[in-house]
């Protein structure tokens, strides 16, 4: 058996053009044109990266975007402060605080400042809080999670009742993926270092989600033949054969898992496009709210 790829970057560029249409109708209506604020707070090189190219997508569909950066010794006030006066913008739709903050920032602070309305990258504590509860929607959710329900219900016709395992609880990725498979009435299990015997309870998994940040830890025994298999990890190898001296892989060994899988996500080209994706659609979708 070799697994079908899923193709996220072509799945998020047909998001993209949906965006970028919806957005031209939008303002030949006379509507406002969507806004996207960010806030980057800090000298992290990878949020630096992640932030330029969210305000280059925001271009190429028609959105707005505003950049805001503080420096590493900012206050929590001056930062609060900052998503305040966002918050109080009426060209701002969407308040996006990049993630991680520099240490001695509480996040959570930051995070409840932003206005429900405008909290397009769905991290505000009841958004979160929402997601968890039966009964009650959030108004966003996470991006890069969104997106892996996107490939998947692309993918797999009807994920109520099969066994979905996710490896990582992180708050960013794990957590909310595993909270939308509850709701996708899926049967959820999560795993993480304290798990035992990790491999029996991945091969468990009609849907695989793996989100642990760690080099190709997914081996071709660890997956049940036929299963879907998402890779959401992004990590840098040495390679003195590319031009940059590295390349990027997932945390699952591809070329194994491959053989095993009914289909699977590449990296890069699979999860991470998506992202940025669903943060355009949550924009739009945000400035819907406002009409």
Request: hydrophobic letters at 45%; a neutral charge.
């Amino acid at each position: 058996m070799t697994a079908k790829i899923i193709d996220g970057a072509a799945i998020a560029e047909q998001v993209r053009a949906e965006v970028a249409h919806d957005v031209e109708a939008r303002v030949k209506s006379g509507k406002s044109i969507p806004g996207l604020a960010t806030v980057l707070v800090g000298d992290n090189p990878a949020s630096h990266v992640y932030v330029r190219s969210k305000h280059k997508a925001c271009q190429e569909v028609g959105i707005q975007s505003f950049s805001h950066e503080l420096p590493a010794t900012a206050t929590q006030k001056e930062v609060e402060d900052l998503v305040k006066e966002l918050n109080d913008d009426p060209a701002v739709h969407g308040i996006l605080v990049q993630l991680p903050l520099p240490s001695g920032l509480n996040e959570e602070g930051v995070l409840s400042a932003i206005q429900l309305e405008k909290d397009v990258d769905g991290f505000h504590p009841i958004n979160i809080g929402r997601l968890a509860q039966k009964g009650r929607d959030p108004l966003f959710v996470p991006a890069t999670p969104s997106g892996v329900m996107f490939l998947l219900e692309k993918h797999v016709p009807n994920i109520e009742g099969l066994n979905a395992v996710v490896l990582g609880r992180s708050n960013i990725v794990g957590m909310p993926v595993a909270l939308l498979l509850v709701r996708a009435n899926a049967t959820m299990t999560i795993c993480h270092s304290r798990s035992r015997d990790l491999p029996s309870i991945t091969r468990q998994a009609d849907i695989l989600v793996a989100a642990v940040g760690k080099v190709e830890m997914v081996r071709g025994d660890w997956v049940k033949p036929g299963a879907v298999v998402i890779d959401v990890g992004i990590n840098r190898v040495d390679d003195a054969t590319r031009p940059r001296g590295y390349r990027l892989v997932g945390d699952v060994a591809f070329d194994e898992v491959k053989e095993v899988a009914g289909a699977i996500t590449p990296v890069p080209g699979g999860v991470g496009p998506m992202t940025i994706a669903m943060l355009l659609r949550s924009t739009l979708r945000a400035a819907k709210l406002k009409d």
